[in-house]
């Protein structure tokens, strides 16, 4: 095989989990310090996870007794008030959360769920989200979404040609 396969101008760059266009500065902001603060909880997070459903949460996060939470990240109230997605997000989660940052109104969200205020270095959980215990069967499936999705990315980190490659060009 040729050794400049693929040719340098064809590679892809890897993706950026964080930032595929849509998120503005402060939402990375939020969505970094909230990460901090699930990791000091001893929970696994991941960006912009696809769900069964076709939906896209903003952060989910895997917990140490198997536990599953959805993030919804709000940067703004215009933000908050555009989504009507997010009760949908209940089927996917053990627990459901908001995270925004400290200059949002925090009345705005609903009381049936938790929240989190951040910045882009750490986070606190002003409200906990109420529980809801997912059937086995969608845990196993979130779950093995989630560990793919990870082990696709650790595997586009060490190997970012491989993805051109099997993917094709």
Aim: aromatic share 8%; net charge neutral.
């Amino acid at each position: 095989m040729n050794s400049t396969f693929p040719p340098p101008s064809n590679r892809l760059t890897l993706d950026d989990p964080l930032t595929d266009g849509r998120q503005s500065e402060m939402a990375l902001k939020i969505w970094r310090g909230t990460a901090r603060l699930l990791r000091s909880l001893d929970f696994a997070s991941l960006s912009e996870l696809t769900l069964a459903s076709g939906r896209r949460a903003d952060l989910i996060a895997l917990g140490p007794k198997h536990e599953l939470w959805i993030v919804e990240v709000k940067s703004s109230v215009a933000d908050f008030r555009a989504d009507t997605k997010w009760r949908e997000y209940r089927h996917h989660c053990d627990r459901l959360f908001f995270a925004t940052h400290p200059d949002m109104p925090m009345d705005i969200f609903p009381p049936d769920a938790g929240l989190i205020v951040a910045d882009g270095f750490g986070a606190e959980i002003l409200r906990d989200a109420p529980e809801h215990k997912l059937p086995a069967a969608t845990r196993k499936s979130v779950t093995h979404r989630f560990s793919r999705l990870a082990a696709t990315r650790l595997q586009d980190l060490a190997d970012p040609d491989g993805r051109t490659f099997y993917r094709g060009l």
